[in-house]
């Protein structure tokens, strides 16, 4: 949860939709594994309860209020799981903690504690889970509500992030859970003879949410299913895709601690001196009207960045440049720098992870390109709008959602916010590319498409009050 841990979206997520859902009127708390900074975080804490896990592990549920946000919140104190060095899924030399099933299915265990009236003093109505990471908590809680649980059954929801990470663990690891032997079956979380954290959100949930309207069609086919697209078509009455929005306190140029000069549409010349700025930092050459380019991101296979790779000496020849933040895949990181040394002052990299130097990127470069392979929404393309950096994109997912290509009928339209690649190649890219320059070109349709992108609204409240509508239906049947 974003300010206190992150490693990409699911983050920005959990940090800002408990706060809109808290705006549009829930009643909202928040269940967190106890990392230390979401520990540290914790204020006024009281000790809920001691739960014991069916593996035979104690851990302490604390309450209290998140320091950052302001929200309430339940946290599992529990330093024999979470109290590590790393992230918070692999260890400092980038492997799996070999717990990980135990260390999650806590989450999901105490999840769905809370569920069946673990604290005496609230009870929720709708339990909404996010990710692999908290999707036994619809599984525990239907077998509790089974074996005649306290408390009355909330709603069970649960939201797919990505179906790619899919929390897979072995039989032998499943047996340690404490779910009745029925659960390992196709009728359960069993995915090819392995248990599969995500398969069972999806199963055991009474609805099923991702983020964007375009991925909750796509993971229905065994293209973008990964093997779960049949019991997906099956679930296709209660799947809804909702739109991710931009937490505009963290993320608005008018006013970003993070960037030399703040802008908006109306005004957007300190844009020119972020560009101006980003340039020195990363050793390009300060040239005001070279086309900047940026990528901030995971480097992983989805990303589709070899794609750019394939594609930039173009972008170069045509006079561009391309900074990019991002880390991940070795192979990729490594790939990344050698550019950066085949191109200098026109390829900047900086292998590693910086919250600032993301800001930069967006406020800086002229387009920000995303060609991922799959996306179930992606943010990164949004912070571009917001700090008109035009986005480039794969017509795929929540990419196809928010970005609209700058062909002629979408500028005489003013629906227009960048540009739009389709199939999945080095062409299609390349011409989106050469769309983008185009358009550089003619300045005063550049600055036009800029400014609508900038003002286009993007925050949190309108996926806020479409999660509240689902939750009154759901509450009323
Ligand atoms: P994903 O969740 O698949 O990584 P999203 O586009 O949904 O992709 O979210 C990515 C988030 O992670 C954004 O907030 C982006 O700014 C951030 N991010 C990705 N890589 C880096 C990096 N190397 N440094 C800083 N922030 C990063």
């Known amino acids: 949860m974003f300010p206190l841990l992150k490693t990409g979206g699911l983050a920005d997520v959990a940090g800002a939709l408990p706060v809109a859902l808290q705006q549009a009127g829930a009643d909202v708390r928040v269940l967190l594994p106890g990392f230390a900074p979401v520990l540290a975080d914790l204020e006024h804490a009281l000790l809920v309860a001691n739960v014991d896990s069916p593996w035979g592990s104690t851990s302490h549920l604390r309450f209290g209020r998140l320091r950052s946000s302001g929200l309430p919140a339940y ?12 992230s918070p899924y692999e260890d400092a030399k980038r492997r799996s903690h070999a717990d990980n099933h135990r260390r999650f299915a806590l989450l999901g265990w105490v999840g769905a504690k809370l569920s069946h009236g673990l604290d005496k003093t609230w009870q929720p109505n709708i339990v909404h889970s996010h990710d692999w990471h908290a999707a036994l908590t619809p599984a525990y809680a239907a077998f509790a509500g089974a074996a ?16 790619a990470y899919q929390g897979l ?21 069993e995915f090819h003879d392995q248990m599969s954290f995500m398969k069972a959100g999806l ?12 991925y909750a069609q796509e993971i229905q086919t065994p293209e973008q299913g990964c ?170 997912g929540g990419l196809a959602d928010t970005v609209e290509d700058c062909s002629l009928e979408n500028l005489d339209s ?14 299609a890219l390349r011409r989106a590319i050469e769309r983008a320059f185009a358009l550089y070109k003619r300045s005063a349709q550049w600055r036009a498409v800029r400014a609508g992108a900038m003002r286009q609204p ?18 009323a049947k």
Not at 148 to 163: D, E, F, K, R, S
Not at 358 to 365: E, L, M, P, S
């Open 75 to 86: 946290v599992l104190d529990a330093p024999h799981y979470y109290q590590r060095e790393g």
């Open 148 to 163: 005649g649980a306290a408390g009355a059954a909330p709603v069970q929801v649960y939201t797919i992030h990505n179906l």
């Open 169 to 189: 663990f072995t039989r032998a690891q499943f047996v340690e859970l404490g779910l009745p032997a029925t659960a390992f079956a196709i009728q359960g979380l």
């Open 203 to 214: 199963f055991y949930a009474d609805h099923l949410t991702t983020v964007s309207p375009s």
């Open 227 to 396: 093997g779960l697209d049949g019991l997906l078509r099956e679930r296709s009455a209660c799947l809804t895709g909702i739109l991710n929005g931009v937490d505009e306190t963290v993320w608005d140029p008018a006013q970003d601690p993070a960037i030399v000069a703040t802008y908006h549409a109306q005004r957007p010349q300190g844009k020119t001196r972020c560009k101006a700025a980003l340039q020195a930092r990363m050793g390009l050459a300060v040239q005001p009207n070279a086309l900047l380019f940026g990528i901030v991101s995971r480097l992983t296979e989805q990303k589709g960045l070899q794609l750019v790779l394939s594609a930039v000496d173009d972008l170069l020849a045509w006079g561009g440049q391309l900074v990019v933040l991002g880390s991940g895949d070795p192979a990729l990181e490594q790939a990344w720098r050698q550019l950066a040394i085949d191109h200098p002052g026109a390829v900047a990299v900086h292998v590693g992870y910086d919250e600032d130097l993301a800001h930069q990127v967006f406020a800086g470069t002229d387009v920000t390109l995303v060609p991922s392979r799959f996306e179930p929404c992606g943010l990164t393309q949004m912070y571009g709008l917001k700090y008109g950096s035009l986005p480039l994109v794969h017509r795929v």
């Open 414 to 427: 003013g629906r227009a916010n960048g540009f739009v690649f389709h199939p999945f190649q080095v062409n």
């Open 458 to 475: 993007l925050g949190w409240e309108a996926a806020a009050s479409q999660y509240m509508a689902l939750y009154r239906s759901l509450l």
